[in-house]
């Protein structure tokens, strides 16, 4: 079964294995057969376990055996982050990298793009937004015949289709049997012997250790998550000692048999006992970080830590060598570098596993503490947010924008908090915050969401308060919004003359001008946008909205067909971007000065400058201007006498345009330009040639449809 080679080029977002997979034939035989819509007929698999019993590896090693057999991708959508209602839809929405510019209900939008496709939807960590997984299922499976749901969870979804494959634990070999782990039978006693290798690299299975392993295991029922971080003490203890120690901390199995029955299902009380058990041989400061790590979502890095966890008897300067403590013992999992600092270089970061951080978070309540680690949480991540809008038109912007992306769970979070607080200020502060930089990440149903709720009571004037209208009506504008995008500026307008800021006043021009330009009323476009002031730009988000002014400027001019004036004013914001040090507006105008080009017979410029276009946006996660520039890209290619080339690209972009919801904006002008290109290429290499080439395109991942665009490589 293919696991590499052609299926990487096959969309989807599958994470890479962090660690080695042990055992699991027989269900990964199963999940083969169940999930190969050639021979299983069951398009909602349930993986039901209790919590640490592997679910999700097993999840993912069987949805990269099966991402060959998937067209339009195997994707995994991770909701233990998730902490309120109605955000599951969301989650899928982010990991298809559905930009969706579209203001529908978020199940349209998903059974919409969803209808014709063929893929895989790993949903992972259901059981604690089980209705609107559910819900989310019943809706989709009908309007998409091509769509299967691989779930884990610790409770079925409840839909009448489902097909349930419960996950054991790992069994457990009698010691009679037992040999090295490479020779093993992928059983509870290898896993052990990995995962002790990886803490005391001189530990080995054999005639001498296997007795005393497989007791252990037992003692542990062969749960995968207990095992392990029984494995990882073998640094600190024999592992006669280790074994010595289970025994007085678990519970017997009549023990276990007697409980009481709201104490839930044995194995979970098993591996609660077994976290439990690591707890106590943690020492009291550890305990005490591993319950305030429960309160960020998604992961965190050690800054972070830092600032949030420290305090009381827990010094900021201990944290770091806590938390590699806590690493050392697998209760805090490191992964590699996902995001940007706001700094210099890659952060390291972490995270907890889902049962582990349910654990830290009762301490944390136990402990009296959850309300005040929340509430220095929001105050990290608003502060952060803060700080990446002051320097957002800057030369950390890309670094800014990676940070967004890693900490987006975190950064919900904190909106969450901040709504919940009832403190209006602070509310709309961190939205108007949070939601800018999420526009112009790529996060457009999310700044949408987080905005309406603060702009709907009556928030108070000021500075907060411009920021957040006029990020509204840009999201407006990139969803193709055009007449909330109108109603919006209107207010956002009103709001900035009131506060008698200029440069807050030329950045309204940008959304007032660009309703108009989208609406194709050109000429009313132009007036407002000539209008606004040139000012010096700043480097806060006001500086990036100046630049969008002259952005909006310089493409009404190329929609009118002036293209020396288009260049002019797209060069100035090139010259501002380099001054800056800033990308965003840079790669708009490289794509703004490609048009130009093209339009005055330059087609080796304007392929050059859409290339550079193409990498300034997807560094920035901006799927929108990815997608404008591919169109520009294909035209310039058709134009240097590559159709093949051209249809690829023309495909590659729309597959970007279906996903963004509405197709370039619902701008009539662009609208026709994309027409009108691929009438030529079609003319040019005929419609045979075109369908085959397009066909190509629209197999692509977006990766290798983004390094198809900017390299010299034969279509595949």
Known sequence: ??????????????????????????????????????????????????????????????????????????????????????????????????????????????????????????????????????????????????????????????????????????????????????QGTGDALDLFAQRAGDACPGFVLD?????????????????????????????????AALDERLGERLPSPLDLLTAG????????RTLRTAIGWSHELCAPLERLLWARLSVF?????????????????????RTA??????????????HPADGGTGGSGARERFHLLDSVREFGGDWLRALGEERTLRLRHLDHYRHLARRGCTEWNTGRQVLWCERMIAEHANLRAAIDCALSERDGATALRTAAD??????????????????????????????????????????ALLQGDLDSAERWAAVCTAASEEQRDPVAVVAAAYVTGGHLLLRGRLVEALAVLREADT???????????????????????????????????????????????????????????????????????????????????????????????????????????????????LAIGQRLWERLGSAQMHSPDLMAARRDRERLVRRRIGEQAYAKAYAKGLAMSYERGIAYAVEDVPCP
């Open 261 to 268: 029955p709201g104490e839930g299902p044995l194995r979970h």
């Open 1 to 182: 079964m293919p696991e590499n080679g052609a299926a990487d080029a096959r969309p989807g977002n599958l994470p890479p294995e962090t660690r080695s997979f042990v055992g699991r034939p027989h269900e990964l035989a199963r999940l083969g057969a169940l999930l190969d819509p050639a021979r299983g007929h069951e398009r909602l698999v349930t993986l039901v376990g209790t919590g640490g019993v592997g679910k999700t590896r097993l999840a993912l090693r069987a949805a990269r055996r099966a991402r060959h057999r998937y067209p339009d991708g195997v994707w995994f959508v991770e909701l233990s982050p998730l902490q309120g209602r109605g955000l599951v839809g969301f989650a899928v929405m982010e990991a298809l990298r559905l930009a969706d510019q579209s203001t529908s209900p978020v199940t349209e939008v998903l059974a919409e793009w969803l209808a014709d496709k063929e893929a895989l939807i790993v949903l992972d960590s259901c059981e604690h937004v089980l209705p609107d997984c559910a819900g989310l299922v019943r809706v989709l499976l009908p309007a998409a015949p091509g769509l299967r749901f691989l779930a884990t969870t610790r409770e079925h979804l409840g839909v009448p289709s489902e097909h349930r494959l419960e996950v054991a634990p790992l069994p457990v070999r009698d010691s009679t049997d037992a040999a090295p782990p490479r």
């Open 535 to 649: 000012l010096p730009v700043r480097d806060d988000w006001l500086g990036s909205a100046q630049l969008q002014v002259r952005l909006a400027l310089s493409l009404g001019h190329l929609l009118l067909g002036d293209s020396v004036r288009a260049r002019a004013v797209a060069d100035e914001v090139r010259e501002e971007s380099v001054r800056h040090g800033e990308s965003w507006a840079g790669a708009f105008a490289d794509c703004f000065v490609a048009q130009a080009d093209l339009a005055e017979g330059d087609c080796a410029a304007a392929v050059r400058n859409a290339r550079t276009a193409v990498v300034g946006h997807s560094a920035l996660n901006s799927t929108l201007g990815v997608a404008l520039t591919l169109d520009v890209l294909a035209s310039a290619v058709v134009e240097s006498g590559d159709g093949h080339r051209a249809a690829c690209l």
């Open 207 to 239: 005639e001498a250790t296997t007795g005393t392993v497989a007791a252990v295991c037992r003692r542990l029922d062969g749960i995968p998550l207990a095992i392990e971080l029984a494995a990882a003490r073998l640094c600190e203890l024999s592992l």
């Open 434 to 475: 949070i939601g800018f930089l999420w526009r112009h990440c790529g996060y457009l149903r999310d700044a949408q969401h987080c905005l309406d709720q603060v702009l709907t009571v009556d928030p108070e004037p000021g500075p907060d308060l411009v920021r957040a209208l006029w990020t509204r009506a840009a999201v």
């Open 321 to 334: 060598a806590l938390l590699e403590r806590l690493v050392e013992q697998s209760i805090v999992r490191r």
């Open 297 to 317: 979502s998604g992961g965190f890095d050690l800054s972070a830590v830092e600032d949030v966890c420290s305090g009381g008897p827990l010094p900021a300067e």
